[in-house]
């Protein structure tokens, strides 16, 4: 069973930065895409970014495109989420996910696997 555990989650005020990362366990995920989500209260979960197996090919919401950059360490089983720029409207539980396919997917239901989440709040 894959368990993912985020962190890194915090209070910023905007304009800040924040680095999220999202350890696995349970096997490796060295050959699979992942991903992270966001839901913000009272809406629904939404793409924020992916990465392919490799780290080669990344994919962003346009929401999120020139501030978030999304990297991997296969040896350490991790992924990571680098967020500047954070503006209010960032404001969200964030969530990681696993699939089980080496190609990246922007859907909810494209994924596997997922994390309990960490919560970030963008002050203005």
């Known amino acids: 069973q894959v368990q993912l555990i985020e962190s890194g989650g915090g209070l910023v005020q905007a304009g800040g930065s924040l680095r999220l990362s999202c350890a696995a366990s349970g096997r490796t995920l060295s050959s699979n895409a992942l991903g992270w989500f966001r839901q913000a209260p009272g809406k629904e979960r939404e793409f924020v970014a992916a990465i392919n197996w490799s780290g080669s090919i990344t994919y962003y919401a346009d929401s999120v495109k020139g501030r978030f950059t999304i990297s991997r360490d296969n040896a350490k089983n991790t992924v990571y989420l680098e967020m500047n720029i954070l503006k209010p409207e960032d404001t969200a539980v964030y969530y990681c996910?696993?699939?089980?396919?080496?190609?990246?997917?922007?859907?909810?239901?494209?994924?596997?696997?997922w994390g309990q989440g960490t919560q970030v709040t963008v002050s203005s």
């Open positions: 996910a696993a699939r089980w396919a080496a190609g990246y997917a922007t859907n909810n239901n494209g994924y596997d696997y």
